[in-house]
Antibody
Framework: EVHLVESGGGLVQPGGSLRLSCAAS????????MNWVRQAPGKGLEWVSY????????FYADSVKGRFSISRDNARSSLFLQMTSLRVEDTAVYYC??????????????WGQGTLVSVSS | DIQMTQSPSSLSASVGDRVTITCQAS??????LNWYQQKPGKAPKVLIY???NLETGVPSRFSGSGSGTDFTFTISSLQPEDIATYYC??????????FGQGTRLEIK
């Protein structure tokens, strides 16, 4: 069974940093592209970042470009999101999401339970 | 970047009703459109992929249609367990992906 478990969230002051981790199990992690998606309290879903199988292709939403960095460790089946220069508007639940791309197309087929990042003074 | 406009933002319906949600893309996205269901306090779950394909294990009362810029998501007979927020999502060969604003579905 596929499991994605996020950790590393918490309360941080504006301008601070946090590193989120996602531990994956139940599938061959190195065979799947991965994403981070966030959801501010009471708001909709916002895609944050994408990384391909090897980490050689990476994309960010404009709202986090230059401040967030996505990475992965295939040997440890782990995904990371390094967040710096955090702003109040980065407050959200952050989801680790598997990207299924096959003959059926593309969808976000497995999501973690999310980890809450709160940015406040 | 492609923008997704989803409507309505909220909807109240009775058990057994047919419910329809629409999603419009700012440019042609072929059939690259998915629908997700998010129940309170839970992570989203994919229901429909590539505009009209039902994800494995999803009840057949859920369906999707459309291509190009205009898409529709339908629940043929609303059940109490369908109370959730629904999102459309556009995808392309490469990111970014875009979500619609969401439709909050309530029981009347």
């Amino acid at each position: 069974e596929v499991h994605l478990v996020e950790s590393g969230g918490g309360l941080v002051q504006p301008g601070g940093s946090l590193r989120l981790s996602c531990a994956a199990s139940g599938f061959t992690f190195s065979s799947f592209e991965m994403n981070w998606v966030r959801q501010a309290p009471g708001k909709g879903l916002e895609w944050v970042s994408y990384i391909d199988y090897s980490g050689s292709s990476i994309f960010y939403a404009d709202s986090v470009k230059g401040r967030f960095s996505i990475s992965r460790d295939n040997a440890r089946s782990s995904l990371f999101l390094q967040m710096t220069s955090l702003r109040v508007e980065d407050t959200a639940v952050y989801y680790c999401v598997r990207d299924r791309r096959d003959s059926r197309g593309c969808s976000f087929d497995y999501w973690g339970q999310g980890t809450l990042v709160s940015v406040s003074s | 970047d492609i923008q997704m406009t989803q409507s309505p933002s909220s909807l109240s319906a009775s058990v057994g009703d047919r419910v329809t949600i629409t999603c419009q893309a700012s440019q042609d996205i072929s059939n690259h459109l998915n629908w997700y269901q998010q129940k309170p306090g839970k992570a989203p779950k994919v229901l429909i992929y590539d505009a009209s394909n039902l994800e494995t294990g999803v009840p057949s009362r859920f369906s999707g249609s459309g291509s190009g810029t205009d898409f529709t998501f339908t629940i043929s007979s609303l059940q109490p367990e369908d109370i959730a927020t629904y999102y459309c999502q556009q995808w392309g060969r490469l990111p970014p992906v875009a979500f619609g604003q969401g439709t909050r579905l309530e029981i009347k």
